[in-house]
DNA sequence: CGTCTATTTGAATGTACTCAAAAGCGGTGG
DNA sequence: CCACCGCTTTTGAGTACATTCAAATAGACG
């Protein structure tokens, strides 16, 4: 049950048996299916989520009722709101199950505590808050300076998994455009399909 | 020379004095006239630099040659290129002065042994990371579902003081828009100043 | 004062959205 | 097995948001 876990954290930092165990006895496993609730907006999150199976989006509704996807997750990826834990502040994201999911889940506070006697896991988590980071620096460069088109060229090229397992009026939402005009930046793509390839 | 740096350090954590004395022993200083670079995309980052006094812009250029400004940067912040630095690639960002600078800085291998040292310091810089990621996320969300009017609103608000340093065409290049537009955006609130206040 | 850079203005164009409707597609029940 | 239902995707027309290009003003600085 722990060894997609285990092995994503040692890929990272070295831990001892006696840390391994320790750790992972700290985890509970919870299944979620489709369209289930992890977090509701509003909440203040308790708990940081490793996913063993499946597929969730996180994502913010705002006061006009509009969703807007800010990512999906899937397996041995890590998903939860730090904002909401750090701050004690009721989260801004809500986060949902695309799939039947399987999940590891460790309580925040518990976490915290842990950092204390593994030092290397405070370690393990500040290199994977850096990678996320720096991943959402580039999706606002992305987002920024290029179109609509290009954005879901990058799109499906970094995702190209994802591209299959998400409905398509969901990736609109990610890339921030209505489904009708990612329709037609599809029908537009597949006129010339050489441009996806050309653009490696 | 230290004071706000240990300041900003200790607000988060605590340090004796001797961890203070040790840590601030790797930290030069220097100071950077406007206009001057810090790092230009293409170099390796090695240093993490500490604002003192001053301001500065993180951007990256693309192929077409346009500059995209990713953050400003003022006293008692952090600066400098995680990615580059955690991945030895080159830096994907240019960092330069918009005002004559003050700076302490420090080699990011360093920063990496004092963690042993310190293990504080390895939570003080995880906590700093999570908050520039939240607040990224936070970006994310308003660019991809908010009018450049909204998003320019939302800037003045939270950072009054920025709008003030900054020329316009710089605090466009931030939004994603032309300095043409801005411009606009400008004159149509001008005409109703009250829509500004009411958005507290 | 002149020069250089930043900001404003306007017209024409392109990008993306709204609204309405049609077509596709996967289940479910008769 | 087919008919129907609900949900997703596609299409098209009209509109709003944002850009480009060119030119005029305004500001900063030597």
Redesign the interface.
């Known amino acids: 049950m722990f060894t997609l876990l285990v092995k994503h954290i040692t890929n990272v930092v070295s831990l001892s048996n006696e840390e391994i165990i320790l750790l992972t006895s700290h985890f509970k496993h919870k299944t979620l299916k489709k369209k289930q609730y992890l977090l509701e907006q509003g909440e203040v999150a308790r708990y940081e989520y490793f996913i063993i199976k499946g597929c969730l989006k996180t994502f ?1 509704v ?1 006061q006009a009722g ?1 969703e ?1 996807i ?1 990512s999906f997750s899937t397996e041995n990826w890590w998903v939860g709101d ?2 909401s834990f ?1 701050t004690g502040n009721p989260s ?1 994201y809500s986060i949902s199950a695309l799939e039947d999911c399987e999940l590891l889940y460790i309580d925040n506070d518990v976490l915290e505590t842990l ?1 204390l006697l593994i ?1 290397k896991l ?2 393990y ?3 994977l ?6 991943a ?6 992305l ?3 290029q179109t609509a088109e290009e954005r879901y060229i990058d799109f499906i090229k970094r995702y190209p998994d994802l591209e299959q397992r998400i409905p398509q009026y969901m990736v609109a939402s ?3 455009i209505t489904p009708e005009f990612l329709s037609k930046i599809r029908r537009k793509i597949a006129h010339k399909p050489v441009a996806v390839a050309a653009a490696e």
Request: no cysteine.
């Open positions: 913010n705002n509009e807007s800010l730090l904002y750090w801004s950092y030092p405070e370690r988590f500040r290199i808050l850096k990678n996320a980071y720096v959402s620096q580039r999706r606002i460069i987002t920024i300076n990610y890339l921030g």
